[in-house]
């Protein structure tokens, strides 16, 4: 199976050239993809444990979120 | 009057493209004042939000780029940024779990790209993604430096470590008297 392709676009001849990715730059956008998919994995955990912990301080507070809101705002 | 004329134009074909190259070989033309390039992306990752990113004179590399986005996903808004990377991330792309056959409206602006002094770059873009499982309407607004008095050649075209699926687009346009 061949490598993924790039294209490069000369301006000036209007020439499109498909080259195909080298083995090194396949490994590395492997990598790039791996990284950014644990990346976004943490995030989404980040954001679900904020979730939680807003949910647990407004029910020890006893009050809704939108009546944080009118509080903060 | 400002004056666009249309530079180059590309729309990715079958089996997709890993990153888009306009002006190889320094081939932007250096006659104009400004330059628009106007995108419409999509990628083939299944993550959500995924951004696109720009570097110009070459494949990405150095430290001399800057960037502050403000986005929002949803009804949240928040922002990230960077410096002394090798791009700058601006924009978005719609992820392949995203609405079948949509793609994202991206337009970034680049001002006295031939000049001698450090170049600016702004960006505004919105994804949509009408999807309970898979997020949220994506908009994005990026402000972004490249610190280097070069004029821009090529600008290079990427998105989250993954590749641009079929129809997508890119034209590159010059702007006179702006």
Redesign the interface.
């Known amino acids: 199976m061949p490598n993924p392709t790039r294209i490069e676009i000369n301006c000036e001849t209007g020439e499109v050239l498909e080259i195909e990715l080298t083995d090194a730059e396949v490994a590395q956008l492997e990598a790039d993809r791996i990284a950014h998919e644990a990346q976004k994995a943490e995030e989404a955990t980040n954001a679900a444990l904020r979730a939680e912990q807003k949910a647990g301080l407004l029910a020890r507070l006893g009050i809704t979120a939108e009546e944080a809101e009118l509080l903060l705002g | 009057m400002a004056t666009y004329q249309l ?2 134009a ?1 729309e ?1 074909g079958a ?11 320094g ?3 250096q006659t104009y004042t400004d330059l628009i390039l106007k995108c419409s992306l999509r990628n083939n ?1 299944g ?3 995924n951004t696109v990113k720009l570097s110009f004179n070459g494949s990405p590399s150095g430290s001399s780029y800057s960037f502050r986005t403000l986005y929002t996903i949803g009804t949240t808004t928040s922002s990230y940024g960077g410096s002394s990377g090798s791009e700058i991330v601006a924009g978005g792309s719609v992820s392949s779990g995203n609405t079948s056959s949509t793609f994202s409206n991206a337009e970034f602006y680049i001002p006295n790209y031939a000049g001698s002094t450090n170049k600016s770059v702004s960006c505004d873009s919105v994804t949509e993604a009408n999807s309970s499982t898979n997020g949220n309407i994506f908009n994005n607004l990026t402000a972004g430096l490249f610190a280097n008095t070069s004029p821009i050649t090529s600008i290079v075209l990427t998105s ?4 641009f699926v079929q129809y997508s687009t890119a034209y ?1 346009y010059g702007v006179k008297n702006a």
Not at chain 2, 15 to 25: E, V, Y
């Open positions: 530079i180059a590309y990715v089996g997709g493209q890993s990153s888009i190259t306009i002006g190889s070989g081939t932007i033309p990752t993550i959500s939000y989250d470590a993954s590749s590159l």
